[in-house]
């Protein structure tokens, strides 16, 4: 029954997949980030529960690329995110575009010392966001709630803003800001997500610059659920290895570890260990992102 409810409650009031990639990837909640870098990248991710013999068990999929454009003023990307949990499938696929200004650039440095660029910028998102509630699957034809599929296209326009410099960063964005206005039925009631997010970035050692660590915290704010907080730190090892650890105010402990290879690969493995009372236990996932500068 929970998981009935759960379903139904996905199609209706719609809350949207907070994304542990986020960190290694921003461009999945902010189109402000398109560009940034001194090449096209692109990203492939992957998590769910580690029970996936559990009915039910949610799954989150994404797929992105972005490039800069005009010597790094513009930037333009897409992406195609699909999440599932129960009988309820949303995919969202959508392009964005970008316009930053600059206020120092230097590309003189060790490949090791990340050089984070003084911008600011600002994104836009257009796209559709394709539903699917199969209920009949839950094998309910008496009850008239259950009696039908779910199927609607709702178009999107997101916005976002990002400023980044050496030290640190901070941004917003809101995904779709039209909600379920142009939406192909009129029976859905889909919430308008606000993502917040700032991080810090210093060497522990003013005379070693080979260690980096990075705090950073994620906000994500929807209407009828409560706010969403990630608080996480990592630590970065002349920009090869990577470690680090949070919290998320679902009751979630946050654990991840990333490589660096043949300097343009990187991998990250994120594991989320539930806590006090969780209703799917703990979750898992992978992240393939792909740097095609040199970089």
Known sequence: ??????????????????????????????PAYAGMGWGAQAALA???????????SAENSSLSVHLPLSRGK????????????????NTRIYLAYSYKIFFDLKSDRPSWQIYHQHVLSFGLTAGLHQLRDNLLELGIPDDPVFAENIHASIPMVGVGFLYNRADFYIGISAPNILGDRLASRDDLKLSNPVYGYAGYRFYPNRYNENII???????????????QIDLNLAASFRDRFEFGAGYRSSSAVNLLAGVRL?????ILYHYN??????LFGNTHGIVLSYDFSNH
């Open 262 to 266: 043949f300097r343009q690969l990187r």
């Open 273 to 278: 260990i539930g806590v006090k009372n969780t």
């Open 1 to 30: 029954m929970i998981l009935l409810i759960g379903g139904m409650y996905s199609a209706r009031a719609q809350q949207t997949a907070l994304f542990p990639e986020y960190n290694e990837n921003p461009f999945v909640i902010n």
């Open 46 to 56: 992957h998590s769910g529960f580690t029970d996936q013999s559990f009915e039910g």
């Open 74 to 89: 513009m930037g333009l990307g897409a992406a195609a995110i699909r999440d599932k949990i129960g009988v309820t499938t």
């Open 213 to 227: 660590l990075k705090p950073n915290i994620l906000l994500k704010h929807e209407d009828g659920a409560p706010v």
